[in-house]
């Protein structure tokens, strides 16, 4: 098996999955572009490809949240969901995420998506994610790396999901 160098070989046993970055506290910018960083330096994870950076008004949450910062990212993995979720949640902690109130301000948030086609819901992880496809700050930065990726559930597509959003392009 020449060729493969370190880190993750592509291949059997290699799973794409989704996530959703989310910003609205401290340099957002360095935050975002730091969890993506993170993600790509992470045992097990493979190629990571990652949208543009969208500036978003909170949805729900406490009154005088500051704007978010949001992007999505497609990543190659070996790791199954559990594992990956708790790679994201290793990351927020390290990139400085307090947890307080809920849908409250925060330095990173990482919402796993999608991972292919499973639907999983445990206690401690549902997929796909149950909000994804109400949300225009999610849908929005998907649709550009992922246009015809099918929510496994709902059976439309993310082009589609947002469409339903009256939002037609990005
Ligand atoms: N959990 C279960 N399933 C998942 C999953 N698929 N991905 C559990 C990630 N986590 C999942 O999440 C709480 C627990 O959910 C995790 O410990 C995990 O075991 P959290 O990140 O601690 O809490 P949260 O983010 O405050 O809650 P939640 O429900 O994830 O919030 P949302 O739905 O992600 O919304 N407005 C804009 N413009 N942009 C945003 O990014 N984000 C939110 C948070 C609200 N408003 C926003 C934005
Ligand atoms: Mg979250």
């Excluded at 490809?49 to 978010?68: D, F, I, K, L, N």
Aim: hydrophobic share 40%; glycine share 12%; aromatic share 4%.
């Amino acid at each position: 098996m020449g060729g493969g160098g370190i880190g993750v070989k592509t291949g059997m046993g290699m799973h794409e999955a989704y996530i959703g970055l989310g910003s609205n506290l401290g340099d957002r910018q360095v935050l975002v572009s730091s969890a993506v960083q993170a993600l790509r330096c992470s045992p097990g994870v493979g190629r990571v490809e990652v949208s543009s950076m969208y500036e978003t008004p909170p949805v729900g949450g406490p009154a005088g949240q500051g704007c978010y910062l949001n992007a999505a990212a497609r990543v190659e993995t070996i790791l199954d969901p559990p594992e990956l979720l708790r790679l994201l949640i290793g990351i927020e902690e390290r990139l400085g995420r307090v947890r307080s109130e809920r849908w409250g301000a925060r330095t990173i948030d990482l919402d796993l998506l999608l991972y292919e086609d499973r639907v999983v819901a445990t206690a401690e992880l549902t997929i796909p994610h149950p909000r994804m496809h109400e949300r225009v700050f999610v849908l929005a930065p998907l649709a550009e790396i992922a246009p015809d990726v099918c929510h496994p559930i709902l059976g439309l597509t993310v082009r589609e999901l947002l469409a339903s959003h009256g939002v037609s392009d990005v």
